[in-house]
T-cell receptor, first 116, second 111 residues
Framework: AQTVTQSQPEMSVQEAETVTLSCTYD???????LFWYKQPPSRQMILVIR??????QNATENRFSVNFQKAAKSFSLKISDSQLGDTAMYFC?????????????FGKGTKLTVNP | DAGVIQSPRHEVTEMGQEVTLRCKPI?????LFWYRQTMMRGLELLIY????????DSGMPEDRFSAKMPNASFSTLKIQPSEPRDSAVYFC?????????FGQGTRLTVV
């Protein structure tokens, strides 16, 4: 069974600075997806960024980027130029690629606070 | 598309009552998931469907919980009878491949 581990329950960062959230996962699959979801106080689950395991290039979405280390089974999220609106819970998630059971497995989350 | 639609947004009910949560997935999506979120346990997968067929319901906590997907555009999660420990936010999500898109959740409070 796949597992996702987020070792940082809480983090804080000053506005405009950079912060990195950690995520490790365990799987025997070779083809899968990894995601970071953001959950602000509104409780909506918002997709931040996705990474396909077969792609060596790290995904980037504006101020959000990942460091995907497949051999180490690590998938960290870097937020650059942090903004107050980035304050939220961040969840790392794993999904097998099509052909297997496609359930989304989540980590426990990291609560990020951006301070003014 | 309007995204995944859940109703109601909030539900307050008395212990012992039946509760039904509803979900309309994104059109064309073939997977539908029901998750429960609590402070203690985080996001738990309760059950998921593929093409309206339940694939894995091992996360359903007990027989009081049941879920159906009568067609591709509608699913329900029912709790009967409800208990205070069922209080949580219940999310529905749907996908076609990846990623999964979430509804806004139903906050259930059982008093």
């Amino acid at each position: 069974a796949q597992t996702v581990t987020q070792s940082q329950p809480e983090m804080s960062v000053q506005e405009a600075e950079t912060v990195t959230l950690s995520c490790t996962y365990d799987t025997s699959e070779s083809n899968y997806y990894l995601f970071w979801y953001k959950q602000p106080p509104s409780r909506q689950m918002i997709l931040v960024i996705r990474q396909e395991a077969y792609k060596q290039q790290n995904a980037t979405e504006n101020r959000f980027s990942v460091n995907f280390q497949k051999a180490a089974k690590s998938f960290s999220l870097k937020i650059s130029d942090s903004q107050l609106g980035d304050t939220a819970m961040y969840f790392c998630a794993f999904m097998k690629a099509r052909g297997g059971s496609e359930k989304l497995v989540f980590g426990k989350g990291t609560k990020l606070t951006v301070n003014p | 598309d309007a995204g995944v639609i859940q109703s109601p947004r909030h539900e307050v009910t008395e212990m012992g009552q039946e509760v039904t949560l509803r979900c309309k997935p994104i059109s064309g999506h073939d997977y539908l998931f029901w998750y429960r979120q609590t402070m203690m346990r985080g996001l738990e997968l309760l059950i998921y469907f593929n093409n309206n067929v339940p694939i894995d319901d091992s996360g359903m906590p007990e027989d009081r919980f049941s879920a159906k997907m009568p067609n591709a555009s509608f699913s329900t999660l029912k709790i009967q009878p409800s208990e205070p420990r069922d209080s949580a936010v219940y999310f529905c999500a749907s996908s076609f491949g990846a990623p999964a898109f979430f509804g806004q959740g139903t906050r259930l409070t059982v008093v």
